[in-house]
């Protein structure tokens, strides 16, 4: 799950990227203010900042030089704002930004740019083994005999979870509790929910579906070659 700081005074904008990116992949923390932006950025953790401009009191040029010189924090920024310059934007990478996304733009636009600057920032994490099945979790891409899925959301997670575990099971309340933190009868039936969409992106792009159902106690993957 990324961790996102989103720095923007217009309360109605923020609403909107928090509604739009959701919490199933992102965790989201929000600023209307430089000033609060780096007490959160001097006491937390985060994958990407995204930093509004025409802020109140001190604008996003100055926050994003405090970032990088006062706080030696290297976190990736993405400027948002209305100033479409060629020389606003060589002011803002002068001062720190990784990206400069000039407003309106469409919410989808936004969240490509988080996830490809997350790949180009994020660690290399080894890929994970099962059998002849192939997962990085750095790219949510799973392989199998030279075919590929892309996975994405909850059904990535699942999957993820259940590679690293193999060859053992995953018990419904073990899972319920990784992804949402509860094993509520709600949270119980969503679960199924996911394990069968992650069954069927397997089964179209790799051919085969598995996850195999272990009755009564929960999931466990099953390469085919091991069936």
Excluded at 85 to 101: Q, R, S, T, V
Excluded at 189 to 197: A, D, F, G, N, V
Excluded at 199 to 218: A, C, E, F, Q
Aim: with cysteine; aromatic share 8%.
């Amino acid at each position: 799950m990324l961790k996102l700081l989103i720095v923007e005074d217009q309360i109605d904008l923020a609403e909107n990227i928090f509604e739009y990116l959701g919490e199933d992949r992102f965790s989201l923390d929000y600023a209307a203010d430089g000033l609060t932006a780096l007490h959160l950025l001097a006491t937390q953790t985060y994958d990407i900042v995204i930093l509004d401009l025409m802020l109140p009191g001190v604008n996003g040029f100055e926050i994003a030089r405090k970032i990088r010189e006062d706080l030696h924090c290297p976190t990736p920024i993405i400027m948002m704002t209305a100033l479409s310059d060629i020389n606003d934007k060589e002011k803002g990478f002068d001062a720190g930004a990784d990206d400069y996304l000039v407003k309106p733009f469409e919410l989808r636009e936004l969240k490509l740019r988080i996830e490809a600057l997350h790949r180009r920032h994020a660690p290399q994490k080894p890929v994970l083994k099962a059998g002849d099945i192939l997962f990085n979790p750095g790219t949510l891409e799973a392989e199998f005999h030279g075919l590929k899925a892309e996975l994405s959301g909850t059904p990535a997670r699942l999957f993820e979870l259940l590679i690293r575990e193999y060859p053992n099971f995953l018990s419904h309340q073990s899972l319920c509790d990784a992804l949402w933190g509860t094993d509520d009868d709600f949270e119980g039936k969503s679960l199924r929910t996911h394990i069968y969409s992650l069954r069927k992106s397997l089964k179209d792009k790799l051919g085969h579906g598995m996850v195999k159902t272990v009755h009564g106690r929960g999931y466990r993957l099953e390469p085919p070659n091991a069936e």
